[in-house]
């Protein structure tokens, strides 16, 4: 669990209803339908129009992320490698045939199975490093999708205000209906402008960051393989690899 994300969630809202509220426009003040369905609405409509079917869902499952990142136990996985290489050195490469049915990470399984096979570390490290960059491209598409909603939300915001404004313009021989006309156009501003730099925009930064770190996992579970496969001593293998953490 991401406590951070979560510290940061609770601030945003607290900042905007708080806001609101210290200003003396009240809690009320911050709901409008129309500004919802334009602001809102017409955010996620853009997207749907940018952004591929298969990204769109991967992006909408990736928000989970933001709280509950993958696991990442980097130490875990360097004293699993430096035990490969041990078991390796004493008993031979087919001696990690039965850790591929124990491990559960697919990509993990994949490069043992490579060893055993005695596929060249030149193999290994193409195929592997081929698999990475493209999860890595996947998820980044991903992620692009809450940094594009970070873009079109504050212009959709600027088109529900001027679309207020036409309102209140409609009804200027009505004073009395010109302030809360006018209010409400403002709202559809505030839905754009909070929405994209209090939420959609910081997601995508926080989605790209725990990219980064999977990829760098990843990258140390490639150079850990690829010593195994070249027979490297287990101890020079530990210290290398724990490059990666820092």
Same mark, same amino acid.
Request: a neutral charge; zero cysteines; glycine letters at 12%.
């Given at each position: 669990?991401?406590?951070?994300?979560?510290?940061?969630?609770?601030?945003?809202?607290?900042?905007?209803?708080?806001?609101?509220?210290?200003?003396?426009?009240?809690?009320?003040?911050?709901?409008?339908?129309?500004?919802?369905?334009?602001?809102?609405?017409?955010?996620?409509?853009?997207?749907?129009?940018?952004?591929?079917?298969?990204?769109?869902?991967?992006?909408?499952?990736?928000?989970?992320?933001?709280?509950?990142?993958?696991?990442?136990?980097?130490?875990?996985?360097?004293?699993?490698?430096?035990?490969?290489?041990?078991?390796?050195?004493?008993?031979?490469?087919?001696?990690?045939?039965?850790?591929?049915? /124990?491990?559960?990470?697919?990509? +993990?399984?994949? !490069? &043992?199975?490579?060893?055993?096979? =005695?596929?060249? $570390?030149?193999? *290994?490290?193409?195929?592997?490093?081929?698999?990475?960059?493209?999860?890595?491209?996947?998820?980044?598409?991903?992620?692009?999708?809450?940094?594009?909603?970070?873009?079109?939300?504050?212009?959709?915001?600027?088109?529900?205000?001027?679309?207020?404004?036409?309102?209140?313009?409609?009804?200027?021989?009505?004073?009395?209906?010109?302030?809360?006309?006018?209010?409400?156009?403002?709202?559809?501003?505030?839905?754009?402008?909070?929405?994209?730099?209090?939420?959609?925009?910081?997601?995508?930064?926080?989605?790209?960051?725990?990219?980064?770190?999977? /990829?760098?996992?990843?990258?140390? +579970?490639?150079? !850990? &393989?690829?010593?195994?496969?070249? =027979?490297?001593? $287990?101890?020079? *293998?530990?210290?290398?690899?724990?490059?990666?953490?820092?």
């Amino acid at each position: 669990m991401d406590i951070l994300s979560i510290i940061g969630f609770i601030l945003a809202m607290v900042a905007l209803i708080g806001g609101s509220i210290l200003k003396g426009s009240g809690v009320a003040a911050l709901w409008g339908p129309a500004a919802f369905v334009i602001v809102i609405v017409g955010t996620f409509g853009s997207i749907t129009v940018q952004t591929p079917m298969p990204a769109f869902k991967h992006g909408m499952k990736m928000a989970k992320w933001i709280f509950m990142p993958p696991s990442l136990d980097g130490r875990g996985l360097i004293a699993k490698i430096v035990e490969w290489s041990n078991a390796a050195r004493k008993q031979g490469l087919l001696a990690l045939e039965g850790s591929i049915a /124990t491990e559960g990470d697919g990509f +993990i399984k994949k !490069g &043992l199975q490579m060893l055993v096979d =005695g596929a060249e $570390p030149e193999t *290994i490290r193409n195929t592997l490093e081929t698999e990475m960059q493209a999860k890595e491209h996947f998820d980044l598409m991903g992620a692009k999708v809450w940094e594009g909603m970070g873009i079109y939300a504050p212009t959709l915001g600027i088109i529900g205000a001027v679309m207020g404004l036409m309102a209140v313009m409609q009804n200027l021989a009505d004073p009395s209906k010109l302030g809360h006309g006018i209010s409400a156009a403002f709202i559809a501003t505030i839905y754009g402008i909070a929405s994209a730099n209090l939420f959609f925009l910081p997601m995508s930064s926080k989605l790209k960051s725990v990219i980064g770190d999977q /990829t760098r996992v990843r990258e140390m +579970i490639i150079e !850990g &393989l690829i010593a195994i496969s070249q =027979g490297e001593n $287990p101890r020079v *293998i530990e210290t290398k690899l724990h490059g990666f953490l820092h």
